[in-house]
């Protein structure tokens, strides 16, 4: 049903108990209503729930048209990827060098992959290993991933401990997690371009 300001609202009516709105990633606004309830009562909730509405609704456009934007700034080939991998292979051992030291912990082997799902990872026996994607963040985002990999070293879990140990080496990391969170996705999705075999680095 189309309601105010021109934000269409699709009604879908179940054997659910509550009401309920879903603003999804497409921008559909989904309306969860339960079959007995009256119109008039749908129409004074919506009502309600305006502002809400519209606020979510045009944060939700913004997110489509940022993404939108990424996937027609990065159009990758796979010699892009091999020259993303290689990039990665030249800074990403840099910065695990420098932050290591900083932080005085040891690592081992360094893996760079074209990944679906993961920036990096950390195993028990201190091996890294990092998404070649990671080449098209912003350096700080680079950073904060080699940073949280790290830390790991330290704290193999997300407690508490591990976001300070990673809060004392770099204090505004909320912020790039926060770009990763928001971004991140759309880079995974374009790295589905599949490399067939992983550059690996081995520390000497």
Not at 98 to 117: C, L
Not at 172 to 190: A, C, F, T
Not at 192 to 203: G, N, Y
Request: with cysteine.
């Amino acid at each position: 049903m189309d309601l105010q300001k021109n934000i269409p609202i699709q009604m879908i009516r179940s054997n659910r108990r509550t009401i309920a709105i879903e603003i999804t990633r497409d921008c559909q606004v989904l309306l969860r209503v339960p079959n007995r309830m009256k119109q008039k009562d749908v129409q004074a909730f919506v009502s309600e729930k305006w502002a809400w509405i519209e606020k979510n609704y045009r944060e939700m456009q913004q997110k489509r048209q940022k993404r939108e934007d990424l996937f027609q700034t990065y159009q990758l080939t796979d010699d892009r990827i091999r020259e993303l991998a290689k990039q990665a292979c030249q800074i990403i051992p840099q910065r695990v060098a420098y932050y290591a030291e900083k932080m005085g912990v040891t690592y081992g082997r360094i893996t760079i992959r074209n990944q679906k799902t993961r920036w990096g990872s950390c195993s028990s026996k201190g091996n890294l290993n990092f998404n070649c994607m990671l080449m098209l963040a912003p350096r700080e985002v680079l950073d904060y991933v080699v940073i949280h990999e790290l830390c790991h070293r330290k704290e193999m879990n997300h407690s508490k401990r591990f976001w300070k140990e990673v809060e004392k080496v770099m204090p505004d990391y909320e912020v790039h997690k926060k770009w990763l969170k928001e971004n991140g996705s759309i880079l995974l999705i374009l790295s589905l371009i599949h490399i067939s075999e992983p550059t690996r680095l081995r520390r000497i």
